[in-house]
């Protein structure tokens, strides 16, 4: 057999030898037990600053789902949702990049330039919106879908990239035994 399903086999022996409360407490100990390790013996220096960027990325990636409104209150000639199809499209070489560069560049460096590069694209987007909005609506011609559609595909581009450098950078900053954990927590 398997070991999956010998450790099946002896879950279900656990499970008929000892009450099922007293196992649900001892699995829920466990997993405060290797909680508690990912915040003991220094590992607090990885885990808080991980959790924070965790945190900072989820905020960020928030702006996606707003996508096809930002490009409907714009006016532009361009339908929203083509827009947005484009936009999505953007991921891709986010993560062809973002693969091809994790070893080459370090994974700091990448998260870093992940979220530098989303932030420097939403400000540019900011902007262009800005100027969008100042000149009128009936002004916002295909020229300015361009524009918008290049600065969203930038910011997804290095979203894609932050994403990915930490997904990696995460994984590797705890020791293997705690290391499921340690993500789970982040």
Known sequence: ASSRGREAIQINEIMQNEEKSEYVWREIWTSLTSIGQIFTNGMYKVTIPLQFAYMSLTLVTG???WWTKIFQNLHLQTDAFTLSF???????PGMMLASGLIDLAGRKRLVIIGFGGGSIALMF????AKSIHSTGKDIADGMYSIVVLGLACFYSIFLS????SIECLSTE?????VRSTGRGVC
Not at 86 to 92: F, P, R
Not at 125 to 128: E, N, P, V
Not at 173 to 177: A, C, H, M, Q, V
């Open 63 to 65: 702006v996606s789902t």
């Open 86 to 92: 484009y936009h999505t499209l953007g991921q891709i």
């Open 125 to 128: 987007l900011s902007s262009t």
């Open 161 to 164: 990239i932050g994403w990915l």
């Open 173 to 177: 900053s705890f020791p293997t035994r």
